[in-house]
């Protein structure tokens, strides 16, 4: 197989939230993030009566979750685009390795909903002809 060099890119904004982005995803998917996030909730819960329930208490944990899961919303997505596309250059790859693979299919993730199912249906056809020998 040739090995082909491939030039790092410069260092830039995307570049450090990705690896941030990766990083939080890894600690936040955690045991320890989730025994964390139960704790907030047990010691919101203890002060309950502290506060007497007020609409203030009440507020803080909604407030408090709310901000949390409209970052971390971002940070998924951020982690999923990537193993996506990392996904799909390894199927390119076995794709183009193969003598038998049509290279067509390399990509195919951006075609249109209407391109895919027109494939998909011409894959129904052939799973159809397989089952019916």
Do not use: C
Request: charged fraction near 20%; proline fraction near 2%.
């Amino acid at each position: 197989m040739d090995k082909q060099t491939v030039e790092a890119p410069p260092r830039s904004v995307h570049v450090h939230f990705g690896r941030f982005a990766a990083t939080a995803s890894g600690w936040l998917g955690s045991t320890w993030a989730f025994a964390g996030a139960g704790q907030v909730v047990l010691v919101w819960a203890a002060t309950g009566p502290i506060f007497h329930f007020s609409q203030t208490w009440a507020q803080a944990i909604n407030t408090g979750t709310g901000i949390a899961t409209f970052l971390v919303v971002f940070l998924i997505q951020n982690t999923q685009n990537r193993d996506a596309r990392a996904i799909n250059l390894k199927l390119n790859e076995l794709i183009r390795a193969m003598d038998k693979a049509r290279n067509q299919m390399i990509d195919i993730e951006r075609l249109s909903d209407l391109e895919l199912d027109a494939m998909q249906a011409t894959y129904e056809k052939i799973k159809t002809g397989w089952t019916e020998r």
